[in-house]
């Protein structure tokens, strides 16, 4: 079995800064990419920012500049530092990770969500 669990969702005002973090639990030998995703209301599920295992980042374009992306492999973690937040960055959040069970396949996993709302 495999968990992601995020935290560091909540009300932010725009401008301001949220630090969210997903760690892996369970039987894991190996995790390659470990992405953030965020899905609006009413919107299609889409990749804010993705880490591979060797460390390389892509974000869209829309967080550019303002998001980063980390990971510690020791740890299983990894976490979305989003900065200059505006209110179109609320959604809810969701990491998610491709891993290698030990004894297993090699899946995507995904965590249950975390709420981002950017409102005065």
């Known amino acids: 079995q495999v968990q992601l669990v995020e935290s560091g969702g909540g009300l932010v005002r725009p401008g301001g800064s949220l630090r969210l973090s997903c760690a892996a639990s369970?039987?894991?030998?190996?995790?390659?990419?470990m992405g953030w995703y965020r899905q609006a209301p009413g919107k299609q599920r889409e990749l804010v920012a993705v880490?591979?295992?060797?460390?390389?980042?892509n974000y869209a374009d829309s967080v550019k500049g303002r998001f980063t992306i980390a990971r510690n492999n020791a740890e299983n973690t990894v976490d979305l530092q989003m900065n200059s937040l505006k209110p179109e960055d609320a959604a809810v959040y969701y990491c998610?990770?491709?891993?290698?069970?030990?004894?297993?396949?090699?899946?995507?996993?995904w965590g249950q969500g975390t709420q981002v709302t950017v409102s005065s």
């Open positions: 998610s990770e491709d891993i290698v069970r030990r004894y297993g396949p090699q899946e995507w996993y």
């Open positions: 369970g039987s894991i030998f190996r995790i390659y990419d």
């Open positions: 880490i591979t295992s060797g460390g390389s980042t």
